[in-house]
């Protein structure tokens, strides 16, 4: 799956050769940077195993032990990022962009990602509003 940037100056409105619903880093084939999701929601997300891995919707997780995966499989929508990993506050604006496993908040049981930290802290002054905007936009924006 390859992602190549518009705009050399912006990361946002990121154009995708397939856009595909679950974003993955150029040149990988785990989703979410492979940390394991169900560490989100325990308050310190850790780097998964590739021999706990767990295939959803065509993209690959990976967990840090057999208990996480388990976990997943079980309920995947219950760990899985909003808006496929792609970042919340681009989304809010009508916009593409990467969500990075660092940057990050759980908010209502659900996991959402952001781009990086200065995109972060936008987005928390009005976690609310964005979300509804975003879920707006989503997953309309897959088809621009």
Sequence with gaps: MAIVGVAATSPFDIAH????????????TVAVGGYDLTSYFAGTPVRGAAQFAATHNGATYHFANAANR???VANPNAFLPQ???YCAWALAENKLAPGRPQFWRVVDGKLYLNYDQGVQTRW?????GFIRRANANWPSVLAR
């Design 83 to 85: 808006y496929g990993g």
């Design 17 to 28: 050769a397939d856009k595909p619903a679950v974003f993955v880093e150029r040149f990988q």
């Design 124 to 128: 928390v002054r009005d976690i609310p």
């Design 70 to 72: 388990a976990r997943f």
